[in-house]
């Protein structure tokens, strides 16, 4: 997607590559987040996108559609309301919460690392946002993805009591079976990703990376002793 500068965006031509390959590749079933932790094929993928950019409803809804991939879009309540040219407008949010396949989960409400908050804002950012897509959607909001990937312990018994039950942080690695369903793991996609690295990183050659990340529930990566290859996998 073209939306940054950072080295995430990717490219529509390579985009459509991943997914094709995605689509493909007999190996992996593409679910429902909600979906991933009932389904006992061995590798179950989620496809995700953060923050709310308009190109994920104009270059990537229609690619993913194509493919009939589902995939979760995690939007900050006050970028949309911005009306900001590089975010989803409320009528576009309608639009993209209409797709087929498509869920709307809470990226928090302005974007802030959360495990800095206090007890009051925290709970602005985790209710408020699901509050204020819930009622505009007229659909449950169930999910968070925690912006910036900061999130501890504390942060994810609020979300709990603010009603959500899965929630994505930035930690990359597979998810074990006993992972706290409010501290998933995801494995991040960037623009340099060629097709082939892309596929390593499906199947967790790159989860060596986990030990770069500090573990929010406070136990060492799911890939040592007890890691179960029927595990779930959010992109």
């Known amino acids: 997607m073209?939306?940054?500068?950072?080295?995430?965006?990717?490219?529509?031509?390579?985009?459509?590559?991943?997914?094709?390959?995605?689509?493909?590749?007999?190996e992996v079933n593409v679910v429902d987040l909600f979906e991933g932790r009932l389904i006992t094929d061995p590798l179950r993928i989620?496809?995700?996108?953060?923050?709310?950019?308009?190109?994920?409803?104009?270059?990537?809804?229609?690619?993913?559609?194509?493919?009939?991939?589902?995939?979760?879009?995690?939007?900050?309540?006050?970028?949309?309301?911005?009306?900001?040219?590089?975010y989803?407008?409320?009528?576009?949010?309608?639009?993209?919460?209409?797709?087929?396949?498509?869920?709307?989960?809470?990226?928090?409400?302005?974007h802030v690392p959360l495990a800095t908050c206090d007890e009051a804002t925290l709970w602005k950012e985790l209710y408020g946002s699901r509050h204020w897509i819930e009622d505009f959607l007229g659909r449950p909001v169930n999910a968070i993805s925690y912006p910036h990937g900061s999130v501890d312990q504390r942060v994810a018994e609020v979300a709990s009591k603010a009603g959500y039950n899965i929630g994505l942080t930035s930690r990359r690695d597979i998810n074990a079976a006993q992972r706290n369903p409010l501290l998933l793991c995801r494995t991040e996609i960037v623009a340099a990703d060629s097709e082939r690295v892309f596929?390593?990183?499906?199947?967790?050659?790159?989860?060596?990376?986990?030990?770069?990340?500090?573990?929010?529930?406070?136990?060492?990566?799911?890939?040592g002793p007890g890691h179960n290859p029927n595990d779930e996998r959010a992109e």
């Not at 950072?6 to 985009?15: K, L």
């Not at 104009?58 to 949309?80: E, G, H, N």
């Not at 919460?97 to 928090?108: E, L, R, Y």
């Open 2 to 26: 073209p939306h940054d500068t950072y080295g995430i965006s990717i490219d529509r031509h390579v985009f459509e590559q991943h997914m094709h390959l995605l689509a493909s590749t007999q």
């Open 46 to 86: 989620a496809i995700t996108f953060d923050d709310g950019y308009k190109d994920t409803l104009m270059v990537a809804a229609p690619i993913l559609m194509r493919y009939k991939l589902p995939f979760t879009v995690f939007v900050t309540s006050s970028f949309i309301l911005s009306q900001g040219s590089l």
């Open 88 to 110: 989803l407008s409320p009528g576009d949010l309608r639009e993209l919460a209409d797709f087929p396949g498509v869920t709307i989960g809470s990226h928090g409400a302005t």
């Open 199 to 223: 596929r390593q990183k499906l199947f967790g050659a790159w989860d060596w990376n986990r030990w770069l990340d500090r573990d929010p529930m406070g136990q060492p990566g799911a890939m």
